[in-house]
Nanobody
């Protein structure tokens, strides 16, 4: 499975960006997909995760501002990011793994096997 992330860029605080992760195979029904981010000098952290059989999950830092969605016709998992803040600045990665994860593991990067290249998101004035 190959993943390709796109949509990053620069935006002023309060602005919006939409990231898209295109995956190579028709696997949406059986896999778990996540968006992660890594700021300089920090560990990679989970932002949002989606699987068809489980509830969507968001990290506390983005809850209410970010929304994950899928488009099966395009094989994409998208992340709509609103009300962006300087602390959201990071390289964002999409990731996937076959099957489901328990709730406590879903935002943990260690449990994902496939990764796309990162896309830079910069929030500054």
């Amino acid at each position: 499975v190959q993943l390709q992330a796109s949509g990053g860029g620069w935006v002023q605080p309060g602005g919006s960006l939409r990231l898209s992760c295109k995956f190579s195979d028709n696997i949406l029904d059986y896999w778990t997909f996540g968006w992660f981010r890594q700021a300089p000098g920090k560990e990679r952290e989970g932002v949002s995760v989606f699987s068809r059989r489980d509830a969507v999950r968001y990290s506390d830092s983005v809850k209410g501002r970010f929304a994950i969605s899928t488009d099966q016709s395009k094989n994409t998992v998208d992340l709509q990011m609103n009300d962006l803040r300087p602390e959201d600045t990071a390289v964002y990665y999409c990731a996937a793994r076959k099957g489901r994860l328990v709730m406590s593991a879903r935002l943990s990067a260690a449990h994902y096997d496939y990764w796309g290249q990162g896309t830079q998101v910069t929030v500054s004035s």
